[in-house]
Structure formats: C-alpha cells, structure tokens
C-alpha cells in the first residue's frame, strides 16, 4: 500500500499554485500600495502649491493675505537651526561613536551607554521639546532662541548620528589599525590620521539623513513655543526664529483653504530641500563606497 | 638600495629629536576622558528627560490628586470653574489612532516585507527600497497636511457623518507612516532566515507562498512582532499628524468618526495657545508627556526584550 | 615530499657571517594564554640581527602569535596574558616603563594580507615619519624614494605616488606595505606570513626582498611554507603545539633535524 496518492497530489497541486499566484499579487499590490500613496502625495501638494510658489514667496514673509504670505523668516530660520544643530550633534554624536568603538571597555556601564541610546531613538520627539523648554529655554535661560531649538534638536537626532557613525566606524578593516600600531602609532594618532579618513564618508551620510530628519521636525519647537508670525530674519543664534515646517504647521491649521495652497507651497519647499539633502548623501554613500 | 646622497639622514634619529613622546602620551591619556564625557551626554539627555517630566508633574500633583489623573473619564482642563484631569479620555484618543495605524500598517508592513523578501527580484528591491526610505523620510507634517486636506475629505464623500476633525483619517494615515518602519524591519528579519530552511522545502515540492508562509514567517516571527512593537511606539508618540488632523475634543468613548484629542495633540495645544508659566495647565503637560513618554519606553523595552530573547540562532 | 636541499651558493655565503652577531631578541620562558588557552609554553629563543630568522610551524602552533608578541600587538586582543622574559637588545619589552609605541618604532611589521592605507602611495609611506614628527616635505620626499627604492618598487610607482595605493595589485601593495615600513628604519622587520595571499611571482619578488633587506635589517618571518623557509631563512625555529621544538641553523633542521618531530614535520608527514 502507498502513503502517496500521486494522482491527488497532482490534482491539489494545481489549486496550491493558484493560491500562491494569487498571493503573490495581494503581496505585490500591498508594496504598490506605498508607492502609490507616495504618488498621490507628492501629486496633490504639487498642485496645489504650486500657483503660490513664486519668487516673492521666498523673499515675503508671513502675511494675513494669503497671496503675500512668504518663507523669507522661516526658510533663514531653518537655515540657522541647521547651523547650530549640524556641528552640534556631529560633535557630540562622533565623538559618542569614537568612544563606543575604539575605546569603552566591555562593562556594565557600556552596556548601558548603548542601552540606554537605542531607548533615547524611541522617546517621541514631542518630548525632546519637554526636555528643551525646561532645561533650554526656562533652566539655562536662553529663551525662544535658534540656540536652544538648536541644541533641542541636536539631542533630538544624536542617536541616529551616534548609530551611523558606530557603523561607519566598525567596517573599518582591522588590519588597518594594525597596521599603524605597528607603525609605532598612539589609539589617538590612529583614529585621526587612519579611522576617521576611512569612515568619514558613511559619518557624512548618516549625519545628512539625520539633518533632513532635524529640518523637517515641527513638534519639538511648537513645544518650546517658536513664533509663526515673524516679521525678522534672525541676526545671531539667541535670536527669536521661525522654521519652515512650523510655518506650515501654522498655515495648515487656518481654516481659509487659500492658506492650504500656501501650506502646500511651504511643502513643495521643504521636501525640495530633503531631497535635495537625501542626494547628496546617497551621492557620498555612492562615490565612496568600499573603498577597502 | 644604495643611495648616494652626499647628506644621508637618519630617520630614527630625526625620529627621536622630533617626536614628543611626554605630549603623546599625554593626549593618550587625556582623549579617552574627553570622549567618555561626550559619550555622558546620551545618558545625560536621557536623565534630564526623566527628571524633567518627574519634577514637574509632582508639583502637577501636588494641585491635582494623582488617583483622580490616573482614572478619571473627563479631561477639561480649561474649564472657567472647576477644570478636570482625568488623562483617560487622552490615553482612549491615543489608543484609536494607534490601533487604526495598526490595522493599516501590519497588514500591508508585512506584505511588503514578504513581497520585498520572498518575490521580488534584486532589480525590483533595489528600487523599491529607496522609495519605501522616501516615504519613511516624508516629514510628519506633511503628512498632517495630507490626512487634513486629502484623506478626511475623501472619508467625507464616502460616509458624509464624519466630521471635519476625527480619529479615522489621521489613524490611516499614521498606519501610512508606519508602513515603511515595519516592512524594512520584518524585511531583515525574513531575509535573515537562512537559505538552506528554504531549500530544504522548495525540495519538497513547496511553493512560494507556502515557504513564506509556513518556513520564513515562523522563523522571523520575533523580528516581526517586535517591529510591530516598535511601530505601536512610533504611533503612540506621533504628535503632528493628530495635531493638525484629530481635532481637540477628548472624549472617553470608541467613537472614530468625530473629533478626539490624544496625549501628544493636548501638548501641543497647549504649548501653541497662552496658558502661562505656573499655571496648572502649565504642568499638566509634563504629566501627559510623562504618560506618554512611559507608554513609549514600554514599548521599546518590550520590542528589545522579544528581539534578544526569542532572538533565533541560525 | 621528502627533504628539501638548499642551493649551495648560499651556504657558502652564510660560513662567512657567521661570527660575531649580538641578539636582538632573546626570549627567555615565555607563556602566553588566551583566557585560559596556553598558547605559548616556556619559549627560549635567542635571535640574532643581520639575519633572516624562520619561524615554521603547523597551523595553530603559535607560530604567528609568538611574532605578535615582540612587538606587542597581540596585546590588541583582550583576554590575552604573559609571563616571562623578552629582550629586545638588552631591554625587557614587557617593562612598565617600556612604552609601546617605541618599541614598535624600532621595530616594524608587514602582515599576512597586505594592508596599505586608503591614501595616496606617497601617503602610505610618509605616515611613519609624519606619526613620528617629521613634517619637512623634502625630507619626507627623500624617505619615500628611498624606501620605495629599498622595497624594490620604486620603478613600477614613482610615476603615480599620487594614487590610491589600493589601485595596486596584491603584489605590490604588499611591497608599498614593506616600504611604509622601512620608511621609518627599524631595526628589524617582523614578517607574518607576507606572501600567503600573493601569487607565485609576487611571492618570488618578495623572497628577494627578503635577501636584499638582510644587509641592514634583521629579518624574522612565519611562514607555513616549507620550501621559502630553506630558501631565504638563516636559521629556523620549528613550532608545534606552542613548544619550540627545534632551533638550529636552517641548512641542520632541513637535511639533518635533531628531533624526529621536525623530521616528520618536513618530510611532510604531518601539517
């Protein structure tokens, strides 16, 4: 007597691969489904934003007419953030991620270190605005400035820094380490003249993506209460700010449609920038990579 | 190797003028002290969040009861006589959006995932991937603008009852958000699960679908669930998405057709309008974000324990 | 495979220079553990300079962790312990007081894969002179022609020390590596393995190197092949299970060993 019915296994065969055929389309269908809401956002905020994007649109600022409202504050502001927040969080983050890798023992405390990172990555950024308006804006008494949205935000996005830079670091070959301690070198002389060189281009490209992250963050710095009515630009980092999500975010809520086009317009704006930033990254990642 | 020049120099003795062992050895010391300070600021930041949120919401308590915070079912704190703060109105609002992004975003995350690990060529991943990074990047704002001006009216067209500020549309597009984060890490948990596992089926006879289904889900299940984890996290913290498009009326009830309020959109709130420094309302918001943030270490806690612990070794 | 005859020529030359040779290393009962794995046992050798010193052994013998060990790089691994005695010219290189770094800048290393740096060639060589302090441009010049020079390679590259030297074949990344490494004149050059990953040729180009280099550098390379052993070595330390086993000049251990391990060990019966 056979076990196997081979006439009925064909005839279930049949049925098994149907079933698969037409699952691999629910799967292929589900994927489709991001893109095309990618699409169909990209599409309508194009449309709409696109009667209110002009020149003036950068060179205005914000008005209570929609067809004079512009970015000129917020757009500077943003600039400004940025340049506080990028040596500020690359400082902190690589200087982080050189400790972790070349130098901490393996103990307790590393552990926690590291631990205690990758639960910093999952606090909602609404809290990191908490953390900035008592220990920034109220403890350290800098005010509603770029400094302390700044520093808000740069602890804010440390450890995405801190991870891309470990990672960055760690797949520089051991030999080359080697290689310079042989040569009579100190740690220190090795990490700046033969890790950070070979590792600067993956730094450089986790610090972008996690500064396109930082530009595009609005509830950090309605927490600490940023104006979005400015009629300045800043002169200095303990200036009063606005920022370019916040402006939308300020736009979006206004119950006259005329002011979604201009939130759009905003939009238009910001994801230009992102992409922009985003290519130059995968720009670095490309021209760089494995080069050993 | 014979060089001739009329001035032959030693390196070993040049080496042994020039080189400043003293100040070499000096720095030696010094950088690793210097780093393990930077290093100190990680763990600084994460205690000056704690006691942040624990400072200020004892002083909440001493003008709120804390038993009164914890279960009460009606939040009004801007009530002109007697204001109420009963955060559960707020963790219910929280809790609509987070189980609506779920239902979106499991489903089709881990879809994706198993298109992505199982089905699709290199050439298809290679440029799916980047896209699905693209959407992940999309700014939180953005997609408020999206689930206001773009999803709540088409839910509008469909079921007219649907007010203006409710729980459904921002809750889809939060699960939207989200997908990206779940399939790219229930990717890596799938493609992880070595070759051999699905060989030995596909000998069998096996199809695709039943070797995703019975071999490659059950072996990256722990990777699954605690991307899913990780993703009810991202959900319950998001903040600007409910903020422009769930409105400010707490309720404690599972309605998601009108307007609710959640922990992150009552900070907001808050910090947008002119509730001054001191005030009660003042700190109630470290309460709320208290809650919050408690919520999300939770979470996180849960998605690396079942990660380490139901970690399989291949 | 039986016993390998050496070419005559050479044994001649050796008579010659024997005489009259100080140590630079003498190991005197040294252990070494890693965690609690004794990798090294109670090792007594005397290594003189201006001499090419072979180190063979099967895999695992602790050949190439006993070369780690003289200029200290073994220390990179963590659970590693010592005791005993190294002296590198009268000197206890495990001393509190010896500071590392100046050991190794006497005493430089070309490892199993070549391992040049992502920089320029140019770069590569300078880096031991510039770690060192030496910034002066024409000195740095004048180093890198005559290291380049003295690697033997400075025909094929000094059209192009500009580029990446990882731009280079095996071969000749393994020559910028030996280069870098005479850029700093040590006193002797520790070899571990230095043609396993080249190509035949390569590994002819460097066993000449080798031969070349005796004159101003003493030589001690770990190779697990027999044959450039007798070719290029003077002496020959034969290693197998952490133990020397045997010590000798290198024409007695390959046509007429003392210990019946060594014997089996050439003759190939084992390893």
């Known amino acids: 007597m056979k076990f196997v019915n081979h006439e009925e296994v064909a005839a279930k065969t049949k049925t098994r691969l149907t079933k698969n055929t037409l699952l691999k389309g629910v799967f292929a269908a589900a994927t489709g489904f991001g893109l095309v809401v990618l699409a169909i956002l990209l599409y309508r905020i194009v449309t709409q934003g696109s009667d209110y994007l002009s020149f003036e649109f950068f060179t205005s600022f914000a008005s209570r007419i929609p067809e004079n409202s512009g970015i000129k504050a917020a757009i500077l502001g943003s600039v400004y953030l940025m340049l506080v927040v990028a040596p500020v969080s690359m400082f902190l983050g690589v200087g982080t991620a050189i400790y972790l890798e070349e130098y901490a023992k393996r103990n307790k405390f590393t552990n926690f270190i590291k631990v205690n990172i990758s639960n910093l990555a999952g606090v909602p950024s609404v809290v990191f605005g908490l953390l900035g308006l008592t220990i920034f804006v109220r403890f350290f008494d800098l005010g509603i400035s770029i400094l302390a949205a700044g520093l808000t935000m740069s602890l804010l996005i440390l450890p995405i820094i801190i991870v891309a830079s470990q990672e960055a670091i760690r797949a520089v070959p051991n030999e080359l380490r080697e290689a310079s301690f042989a040569m009579g070198a100190t740690r220190w002389q090795t990490i700046l003249r033969v890790v950070l060189p070979a590792s600067i281009p993956g730094i450089l490209t986790g610090s972008i993506l996690a500064l396109s992250r930082a530009i595009g963050e609005t509830a950090p710095l309605v927490v600490i209460g940023i104006p979005t009515i400015l009629m300045f630009t800043p002169d200095g980092i303990m200036s009063t700010f606005t920022a370019l999500p916040m402006q939308i975010f300020d736009w979006t809520k206004r119950p006259q449609v005329e002011f979604h086009d201009v939130a759009a317009a905003g939009i238009i704006v910001l994801m230009g920038l992102l992409i922009i930033m985003n290519s130059i990254a995968v720009f670095i990642r490309n021209k760089y990579q494995k080069r050993y | ?314 | 495979m039986t016993t390998i005859v050496k070419p005559e020529v050479k044994t001649a030359e050796k008579e010659t220079v024997k005489k009259n040779k100080s140590s630079v290393y003498k190991t005197e009962q040294l252990n070494l553990w890693y965690g609690s794995n004794h990798a090294l046992k109670n090792i007594d050798l005397d290594i003189k300079e201006n001499e090419v010193t072979a180190i063979i052994g099967p895999s695992g013998c602790g050949k190439s962790t006993y070369i780690k060990t003289l200029n200290r790089m073994i220390e990179t691994i963590p659970s590693v312990k010592t005791s005993g005695v190294i002296n590198y010219r009268d000197k206890n290189i495990f001393d509190k007081e010896y500071q590392v770094e100046e050991l190794r800048t006497k005493v430089g290393m070309v490892f199993q894969k070549p391992n040049p740096f992502p920089k320029s060639i140019y770069d590569n060589i300078a880096y031991g002179p510039r770690i060192h302090g030496i910034k002066n441009k024409k000195i740095l010049d004048q180093i890198v022609e005559k290291s380049l020079r003295g690697a033997a390679i400075w025909d094929e590259v000094k059209d192009r020390l500009g580029e990446n030297a990882y731009g280079l074949s095996g071969g000749q990344q393994q020559r910028i590596c030996i280069a870098r490494c005479l850029a700093i004149e040590p006193d002797v050059i520790l070899m571990d393995e230095p043609t396993s990953a080249l190509d035949p040729i390569s590994t002819l180009k460097v066993e000449e190197l080798v031969q070349d280099l005796k004159k101003d550098y003493s030589i001690i390379i770990v190779t697990h092949n027999m044959q450039q052993a007798a070719r290029i070595s003077d002496k020959t330390a034969f290693f197998l299970n952490g133990e020397v086993v045997e010590f000798d000049e290198t024409d007695k251990i390959f046509s007429n060993p003392s210990d019946e391990r060594t014997e089996d060990y050439i003759s190939g019966r084992f390893g």
């Open chain 2, 1 to 314: 190797m014979a060089m001739n020049e009329p001035q032959q120099i030693s390196v070993q003795e040049l080496i042994a003028q020039k080189s400043n062992r003293g100040l070499l050895a000096f720095t030696e010391k010094l950088i690793p002290k210097i780093l393990f300070l930077i290093a100190s600021v990680s763990v600084l930041t994460t205690i000056g969040i704690v006691f942040t949120l624990i400072f200020e919401t004892v002083t909440f308590f001493t003008e709120v009861n804390i038993f009164g915070f914890l279960t009460g079912t009606e939040w009004y704190p801007f009530a002109n006589s007697t204001p109420t703060y009963g955060i559960l109105p707020l963790v219910v609002g929280t809790l609509k959006i987070t189980g609506i992004a779920i239902l979106v975003a499991v489903p089709i995350g881990i879809a994706t995932a198993i298109f992505l690990s199982e089905y699709a060529s290199d050439r298809v991943r290679r440029f799916i991937k980047p896209i699905l990074e693209v959407l992940a990047g999309v700014p939180t704002i953005v997609y408020g603008f999206f689930a206001l001006t773009f999803v709540t009216p088409i839910l509008r067209s469909i079921y007219p009852d649907i007010a203006i500020f409710n729980a459904l549309s921002p809750g889809i597009v939060v699960g939207i958000m989200i997908i990206p984060m779940i399939a790219s890490l229930s990717e890596d948990a799938m493609s992880s699960v070595p070759n051999a596992m699905r060989d030995g089926a596909y000998a069998l006879g096996a199809t695709k679908l039943e070797v995703a289904v019975k071999i490659v889900l059950p072996a990256a299940l722990s990777g699954i669930v605690a991307s899913t984890v990780l993703a009810i996290s991202r959900a319950i913290g998001e903040t600007m998405i409910v903020a422009v498009a769930a409105g400010s009326t707490p309720g404690f009830n599972w309605d998601v057709t009108g307007s609710i309020q959640t922990m992150t959109a009552y900070i907001v709130q808050v910090t947008t309008g002119d509730a001054g420094y001191g005030t009660t309302i003042y700190y109630s918001i470290y309460a709320v974000g208290f809650t919050l943030f408690l919520f999300t270490l939770a979470m996180n806690m849960l998605a690396q324990f079942i990660s380490k612990r139901f970690r399989e070794e291949y």
